[in-house]
């Protein structure tokens, strides 16, 4: 079992930058691949992206490809999501998750993360 937490959510304006943490307690997240995925407000949960246990692979949403990188440390059991050059449109609910099931590769699906956080609110406005 795990749980994960996340920080680093707020009000920022069009252009700015936020990084977000995911802490993972319970058992060493190096063993998990993880994922962030959001959802605005009258949509559906969205992929952002993705990293391996290891941090070797990752992968992006093409909507957000170029502005926001994710990381991982893994003595630290937190993977982290920098988001610059932050739209509007990134306003949503942020989950992290984690991946025990395939912990080596990237997974774009919501459906295989078996652990998720409460969630980070983004808002992007001026």
């Known amino acids: 079992q795990v749980q994960l937490v996340e920080s680093g959510g707020g009000l920022v304006q069009p252009g700015g930058s936020l990084r977000l943490s995911c802490a993972a307690t319970?058992?060493?997240?190096?063993?998990?691949?993880g994922g962030w995925f959001r959802q605005a407000p009258g949509k559906e949960r969205e992929f952002v992206s993705a990293?391996?246990?290891?941090?070797?692979?990752?992968s992006y949403a093409d909507s957000v490809k170029g502005r926001f990188t994710i990381s991982r440390d893994n003595a630290k059991n937190t993977v982290y999501l920098q988001m610059n050059s932050l739209k509007p449109e990134d306003t949503a609910v942020y989950y992290c998750?984690?991946?025990?099931?395939?912990?080596?590769?990237?997974?774009?699906?919501?459906?295989?993360?078996?652990?998720w956080g409460q969630g980070t609110q983004v808002t992007v406005s001026s």
């Open positions: 998750a984690a991946n025990s099931r395939r912990p080596y590769t990237v997974v774009k699906t919501g459906g295989e993360y078996n652990y």
């Open positions: 319970g058992r060493t997240f190096s063993t998990y691949a």
């Open positions: 990293i391996s246990w290891g941090g070797a692979i990752t």
